[in-house]
């Protein structure tokens, strides 16, 4: 049984089917009770940081995707849910997150020298991925295999729990992990075969 974590901070419905689609048995999880049930969790995300940090500290889902962490559980975050497992994010201000892995979230603009100036921001579209190291996440996945991307924030600081990277403008983090605990800037609800696999190799963590 896989938990997604329903905060009112993303679409859920891409995810939802995808995970079905591959035999899974899918639960959305609105109180830390209900994990009990479940086998690994996914924090999906779409939206603003300080807003979403914001929503799990009130419903308590903070604490519990911490203790779920150290407990050793398989822990997936998607978008605006990797970021939120960093340090903290300078998206409108200064945020703490979850600090389940090393790294802050900042701007990917050309004022913050990480893009050229004629790339569009939101970073909207397909790119392919390289792996500084392959990790488990990724094992069923190519290197430059592509994969979709909707974004205008970025994990930086983070090359100790680097596990994907790509190539817009400058090499940003495309995914991160550590131990038990993974992240993709991508979507891979809605990035076709590709994303299917990744999630594929997520049920067998």
Same mark, same amino acid.
């Given at each position: ?34 994990? &009990? ?78 893009? &050229? ?37 970025? &994990? ?7 596990? &994907? ?41």
């Amino acid at each position: 049984m896989t938990g997604i974590i329903d905060y009112g901070c993303g679409n859920l419905f891409s995810l939802k089917s995808s995970l079905r689609r591959l035999g899974e048995n899918v639960r959305l999880i609105a109180r830390k009770e209900d994990l &009990a049930a479940c086998d690994r969790m996914i924090l999906p995300g779409v939206g603003a940081f300080g807003n979403a940090a914001r929503i799990l500290k009130q419903c308590g889902m903070d604490d519990a995707i911490i203790e779920w962490s150290r407990k050793g559980m398989p822990l997936l975050g998607i978008c605006l849910g990797m970021q939120l497992l960093f340090d903290k994010s300078y998206e409108f201000g200064e945020y703490n997150g979850l600090s389940l892995l090393h790294g802050e979230v900042a701007p990917l603009s050309a004022e913050a020298a990480v893009v &050229a100036a004629n790339l569009k921001i939101p970073h909207i579209g397909w790119n392919s991925l390289r792996f500084p190291s392959k990790s488990k996440l990724f094992r069923n996945v190519g290197e430059e295999e592509y994969v979709y991307f909707v974004h205008s924030y970025h &994990a930086k600081h983070c090359n100790e729990n680097l596990l &994907a990277t790509v190539t817009y403008g400058e090499e940003i983090c495309a995914a991160a992990g550590k131990g038990n605990v993974f992240g993709t800037q991508f979507h891979p609800e809605k990035s076709g075969d590709t994303g299917m696999r990744i999630l594929e190799a997520f049920l067998e963590i």
